[in-house]
Nanobody, 125 residues
């Protein structure tokens, strides 16, 4: 079992930045590929970004590429999502998820075994 807890959400104006953190406990976190997904009201959950077990490789949704950066610190059992140049359309509940699968692209939600509760991000125009 892996427990995931997100933090860092909040309200920010368009063009601003937020940093989300996913803290893991339980089994060795470095054994899991970790991703971020988001879900806006009335919309389906969508992939945002993923980082491999080592942290050496990443993949991003086209909508956030160049604005968001995912990273991990296996010594601290954390994965972070730095979000810059935020837009109102980034408003959603952001959740982190851990997958025992290897490699990329890692964009399918059904590949993930454990999920956090989510944190709200609101971007005002």
């Amino acid at each position: 079992q892996v427990q995931l807890v997100e933090s860092g959400g909040g309200t920010v104006q368009a063009g601003g930045s937020l940093r989300l953190t996913c803290a893991a406990s339980g089994r060795a976190f470095s054994n899991y590929r970790t991703g971020w997904f988001r879900q806006a009201p009335g919309k389906e959950r969508e992939f945002v970004a993923v980082v491999t077990r080592s942290g050496r490789s990443t993949n991003y949704a086209d909508s956030v590429k160049g604005r968001f950066t995912i990273s991990r610190d296996n010594a601290k059992n954390t994965v972070s999502l730095q979000m810059d140049s935020l837009k109102p359309e980034d408003t959603a509940v952001y959740s982190c998820a851990a997958s025992s699968r290897w490699g990329l692209p890692g964009a399918r939600a059904d590949e993930y075994d454990y999920w956090g509760q989510g944190t709200q991000v609101t971007v005002s125009s």
